[in-house]
């Protein structure tokens, strides 16, 4: 069994896509499946922290039921479908946590009104236009407001051509958020989203890779992880 190195310690995690609707019968979502994030839930768990698992839309075939993830992690699942609900419930479990994990993916824009009947297609041919308003930076808001001593973890998706491009846009990203780790995932029309494997690079707020891992979900789960005791050693 795994070593019960997160024994005592609160971890916040949050998996799967956003959904953002548009009416009552359509929404702008992405391809986030959940497996990321939830390997890092059940990797906590399995290393003996405490965990509360959040999420957003998970594929069918990934977590069947909220009642199941529940009996599998025996701690907190809190199901929410849009960035709004996401940033309220994320803000009130991180309070409390030593550890806060952004493996969701979140949109960074919701139709500015929702319609309350079903928007309907005219018939004049014409294109039709949505207008797009900014959802709030959920990491952002949780590293700007993190209590002494928590560490916040993000992800960044990016469509690199290759590591050194990878590399510029996730410090650009970290500039921008302000997490302690982040971890660098190229994502494309394979990769990333979906996939059962995952390779990431983990970079600190300097902008410095200390983890670099090709492989499984639950393998960039461990390592995560690894980081972010080797990230709470160095402060001690
Ligand atoms: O779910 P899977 O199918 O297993 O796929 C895993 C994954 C590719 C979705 C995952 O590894 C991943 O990269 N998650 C983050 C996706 C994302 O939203 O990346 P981003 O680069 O757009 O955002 C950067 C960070 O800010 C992320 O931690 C994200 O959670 C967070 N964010 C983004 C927008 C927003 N409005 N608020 C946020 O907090």
Request: aromatic letters at 2%; proline letters at 4%; a negative charge.
């Amino acid at each position: 069994s795994a070593p019960q190195d997160l024994a005592g310690r609160q971890v916040v995690v949050s998996a799967g896509g956003t959904r953002e609707p548009l009416d009552p019968v359509r929404f702008i979502g992405n391809r986030s499946s959940g497996k990321q994030g939830l390997a890092i839930a059940r990797a906590a768990a399995a290393r003996g922290a405490r965990v509360t698992l959040v999420t957003a839309h998970l594929d069918a075939d990934v977590a069947p039921a909220t009642g199941d993830l529940r009996t599998e992690f025996g701690t907190e699942v809190i199901r929410v479908e849009t960035a709004e609900e996401l940033a309220t419930a994320m803000r009130a479990e991180a309070a409390t946590a030593d550890v806060v994990v952004m493996a969701a993916a979140v949109a960074d824009y919701r139709p500015a009104t929702v319609s309350e009947s079903k928007i309907k297609k005219d018939d004049s041919g014409d294109a039709l236009s949505l207008t797009l308003e900014r959802t709030p930076d959920i990491l952002a808001g949780l590293a700007a407001e993190r209590p002494r001593g928590q560490v916040v973890v993000g992800f960044a998706a990016e469509t690199a051509p290759d590591r050194e491009a990878l590399l510029e846009l996730g410090r650009t990203k970290m500039a921008r958020k302000g997490a302690d780790l982040l971890a660098l995932n190229v994502v494309g029309w394979r990769t990333g989203f979906g996939a059962d494997d995952n390779a990431v690079i983990v970079i600190d707020r300097a902008g410095v890779p200390v983890a670099e891992v090709d492989g499984s979900k639950d393998a960039v789960a461990h390592a995560l992880l690894d980081a972010v005791l080797e990230l709470e050693a160095a402060r001690d």
